[in-house]
Antibody
Framework: QLQLQESGPGLVKPSETLSLTCTVS??????????WGWIRQPPGKGLEWLGI???????YYNPSVKSRITISIDTSTRQFSLKLTSVSAADTAVYYC???????????????WGQGTTVAVSS | QSVLTQPPSASGTPGQRVTISCSGS????????VYWYQQLPGAAPKLLIY???ERPPGVPDRFAGSKSGTSASLAISGLRSEDEAAYYC???????????FGTGTEVTVL
């Protein structure tokens, strides 16, 4: 069973850039049937889909963070990454990386999730 | 800014049937598949229902999804204590070109 593992700093200062990496193990990152994405969950709140990257590099982003987000993929290292610029306390959350079924036009369900990593934005 | 609306809470006694609604619009539920996720306390979400009503391997048939128009529902029959969790609906939104989640429903087993 494919597994995902998030890594990155647990604390980021306001106005700086949040950077996380997700490593894919026990499976392929180059499948054309799946995209790779990020979801977050602020403390005590619901899930927010942030965006995905296709293995070829194309992306879809949530309009609410579109001006600040970049998701990229490196198939040689079996990793994909999230960068979120100009963070504030509102970006404090558990960040999950995930595998989402997709085709050229639409995204489908998220069938594999990482365990999640907590990121706090504070000075 | 969830575009899918769910009731914040639902509850039932063991063995009862609980239904959770998910209300959307023509740009999401109305034209795309609905997915349901279960999030146990302290854990990552897990896919519970895909393509409106299909269950992944290992998901008990006590969980049933349905869709009608711009709304969807998740029914949990034979409620068990281990079903206490948060449940989220999700769909692709053609207007936003993004996946969207529902506001989430906390299910309590009394």
């Amino acid at each position: 069973q494919l597994q995902l593992q998030e890594s990155g700093p647990g604390l980021v200062k306001p106005s700086e850039t949040l950077s996380l990496t997700c490593t894919v193990s026990r499976g392929s990152i180059t499948s054309t049937d799946y995209c790779w994405g990020w979801i977050r969950q602020p403390p005590g709140k619901g899930l927010e889909w942030l965006g995905i990257v296709y293995y070829g590099g194309n992306t879809y982003y949530n309009p609410s963070v579109k001006s600040r987000i970049t998701i990229s993929i490196d198939t040689s290292t079996r990793q994909f990454s999230l960068k979120l610029t100009s963070v504030s306390a509102a970006d404090t959350a558990v960040y999950y990386c995930a595998r989402q079924k997709c085709d050229d036009y639409t995204l489908y369900g998220i069938d594999i999730w990482g365990q999640g990593t907590t990121v706090a934005v504070s000075s | 800014q969830s575009v899918l609306t769910q009731p914040p809470s639902a509850s039932g006694t063991p063995g009862q049937r609980v239904t959770i609604s998910c209300s959307g619009s023509s740009s999401n539920i109305g034209t795309n598949f609905v997915y349901w996720y279960q999030q146990l306390p302290g854990a990552a979400p897990k896919l519970l229902i895909y393509r409106n009503s299909e269950r992944p391997p290992g998901v008990p048939d006590r969980f049933a999804g349905s869709k009608s128009g711009t709304s969807a529902s998740l029914a949990i029959s034979g409620l068990r204590s281990e079903d206490e969790a948060a449940y989220y609906c999700s769909a692709w939104d053609d207007s936003l070109t993004a996946s969207v989640f529902g506001t989430g429903t906390e299910v309590t087993v009394l």
